[in-house]
């Protein structure tokens, strides 16, 4: 009689193995995960209590003394290409920009050098929109000679090479303020030398 139970036994004990191992909800991850802290660290949530500081327990810290902001431009017109009140876009490139290069040739040598290493991968050198990952089946930008981004204000094109759209990433962690404001200088220059094909293109 016992030895009938040991098979009914042995199937009990791995159906209970199985149902320890059951997370609740269904997961692509494995059930058994060999260092468990580094993979799900503790954190505390902002505004949140901590018992680490003795001063007053608050998670959220102030600046340690000497703290440089990352973003050094605080001018809204030159940091984010809207105007000091809000109400829009700046028109065209800020003076300060091109006093800063030396001139508008200066500035425009360094969009171009700008423009070649961030935006003309998708862009193309020309600001066609075919550049080489579309080659690689990329979605296809869009030209910069359309009539709408040609009359855009040059505050949103600024705006646009900040924050990213659509498919575009944001570009402003990895370029100064004053070198998006050159590649915009680069991007009017380009559509005033492809004027020809402007003329081309569906509006």
Known sequence: MKAQLLP?????????????????????????????????????????????????GRTMRPQVDGTISRETETDPELAKGRLADNSGYVLTIPKAVVDEFGGMAQLLDRGEQRFGIYCAPCHDPSGGGQGIVVKHGMQVPPTFHQKRIREIPDGQLFATISNGISNMPAYGPQIRPSDRWAIVGHVRALQVSQASVAQKETP
């Open 8 to 56: 009914q036994l042995f199937l009990g004990a791995i159906a209970l193995s199985a149902l320890a191992a059951c997370r609740g909800e269904t997961s692509r991850e494995t059930p058994i995960v060999p260092i468990r802290n580094m993979y799900k660290q503790p954190r505390y949530n902002m505004q949140g209590e901590s018992a680490f500081f003795k001063d007053d």
